[in-house]
């Protein structure tokens, strides 16, 4: 890159573009538009939650770009404090946004999460927002198709991962993907706004996996 814009707005937009480059046609629901969502949720969660503006959204753009699940092959990480210096952003400043970067992920239920400061909190929320309700439901299903797990096997039992390694081993069908991270995120909020923006997309996963199993059991 050789661009050396002075402004926000610039790197901002750079990030934008990174994400669309790096991130579209993904069929896993983690195309770019699921980092624009998460940039716009961050958005709303620092104007009532504080933190640094700049660093949270720059981190919510660039969030997913170097997920090792989402690499393709062929394809390396970038180095995004490299990247970040290039768009005239200083080292210290792209430090602190790949340690947000690093600490986002979900890494198995029984893995504590690391929340050093209020820009982490912040874009792990937003991040996990977009993991649950309509959107949540879809996505996980996507994820699900796009990797070969079933939809549902009532024989198998969820699992509380205990380490990364398992956790993302875990080849489960998607309904317990349910029971392994998505029900469990609306008591992980770090934030008073997170934690209600939460509560209604909760409550309708709850309603959808009532459905669900209601129509597998020839209830309805
Ligand atoms: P994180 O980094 O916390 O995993 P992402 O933004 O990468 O968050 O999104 C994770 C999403 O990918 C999940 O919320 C879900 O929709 C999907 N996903 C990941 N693993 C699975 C799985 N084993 N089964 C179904 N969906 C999954
Ligand atoms: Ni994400």
Excluded at 14 to 36: M, P, V
Excluded at 46 to 74: F, R, T, Y
Excluded at 117 to 133: K, Q
Aim: charged share 25%.
């Amino acid at each position: 890159m050789n661009c050396k814009p002075v402004v926000s707005e610039d790197i901002i937009e750079a990030a934008r573009k990174l994400c669309i480059e790096r991130q579209c046609n993904d069929a896993t629901g983690h195309s770019h538009y699921h980092s624009f969502r998460v940039h716009d949720t961050t958005v709303a969660l620092q104007a009532s939650e504080g933190g640094n503006p700049l660093k949270v959204c720059i981190a919510a753009l660039l969030h997913d770009v170097n997920d090792k699940k989402l690499l393709k092959k062929g394809v390396e990480p970038i180095d995004l404090v490299v990247f970040l210096s290039d768009c005239g952003l200083e080292i210290e400043i792209g430090n602190h946004i790949v340690a947000i970067i690093d600490n986002v992920s979900f890494k198995g239920a029984s893995v504590e999460q690391i929340v050093p400061d209020i820009e982490t909190a912040i874009v792990m929320d937003a991040d996990r927002l977009d993991a649950i309700g309509a959107i949540g439901i879809a996505r996980a299903f996507a994820y699900g198709g796009a990797t070969g797990h079933d939809l549902y096997e009532p024989d198998e039992r969820p699992e509380m991962h205990s380490d990364e390694e398992s956790y993302f081993a875990n080849r489960h069908c998607t309904v317990n993907h349910f029971h392994e991270k998505l029900l469990l995120l609306k008591d992980r909020m770090n934030t008073d706004t997170g934690k209600q923006m939460a509560q209604k997309r909760h409550n309708y996963m709850i309603n959808f996996l009532k459905q669900f199993h209601a129509e597998w059991t020839g209830e309805i």
